[in-house]
């Protein structure tokens, strides 16, 4: 059965303090890996699709990296502005849904 | 830049009762979505819809829940008897191809069912 899970569940960080998110998936046959930052009481919002291992991407504050299992979310010298919920979605090739994780509550505090 | 515009953002309804969510999806989009997310859940996909017709639909949507694009904007979803369970928050979302495609959300319409 496809599954995402995402770790951890909430984090704190101080303003400058760099950490990384985790999303763990089991698909058969990945087409492609997403991550979305949700803000209270409003829809995703798009952030990076990761297609294959090893493949990068950067966006300012924010790099995400896939390997065959897992992708992690880098985020450095963050700001209370990044301050979200991050999800992680996977798509099986040959089909249209994406499943989704349940998110990593960040919480950047000045 | 492009949105999904979504209506209305909050409902509330008796259980029981004929609801319609509507969605005016990304202009030159062809692919439609909904999905729902139940306070403190996952984002769960209910049904994507294509060339006028469902092409991928979940276990969530049953006989209760109906899609329909009625004209070349709108893009609703109807639950036909609503049950308390059904509260969510449910976002249309939209994509310009199928694939590897991003998926562009809605703003989200709250239902509340009493």
């Known amino acids: 059965e496809d599954q995402v899970t995402q770790s951890p569940e909430a984090l704190r960080l101080q303003e400058g303090e760099s950490s990384s998110l985790n999303c763990s998936y089991t698909v058969s046959g990945l087409r492609g890996l997403f991550w979305y930052r949700q803000d209270p009481g409003k829809g995703p919002e798009f952030l990076f699709t990761l297609y294959s291992a090893g493949e990068e991407k950067e966006k300012e504050r924010l790099k995400a990296t896939l390997t065959k299992k897992e992708s992690f979310l880098h985020i450095t010298a963050p700001k209370p502005e990044d301050s979200a919920t991050y999800l992680c979605?996977?798509?099986?090739?040959?089909?249209?849904?994406?499943?989704f994780g349940s998110g990593t509550k960040l919480n950047v505090k000045p | 830049e492009p949105e999904v515009t979504q209506t209305p953002s909050h409902q509330v309804t008796q259980m029981g009762q004929e609801v319609i969510l509507r969605c005016v999806p990304i202009s030159n989009h062809l692919y439609f979505y909904w999905y729902r997310q139940i306070l403190g859940q996952k984002v769960e996909f209910l049904v994507s819809?294509?060339?006028?017709?469902?092409?991928?639909k979940s276990e969530i949507f049953d006989d209760q829940f109906s899609v329909e694009r009625p004209d070349g904007s709108n893009f609703t979803l109807k639950i036909r008897s609503t049950k308390l369970e059904d509260s969510a928050m449910y976002f249309c979302a939209s994509s310009a191809s199928v694939g590897a495609n991003v998926l562009t959300f809605g703003a989200g319409s709250r239902l509340t069912v009493l």
């Open positions: 979605a996977v798509q099986r090739a040959n089909f249209n849904k994406f499943y």
């Open positions: 819809f294509y060339n006028n017709e469902i092409s991928e």
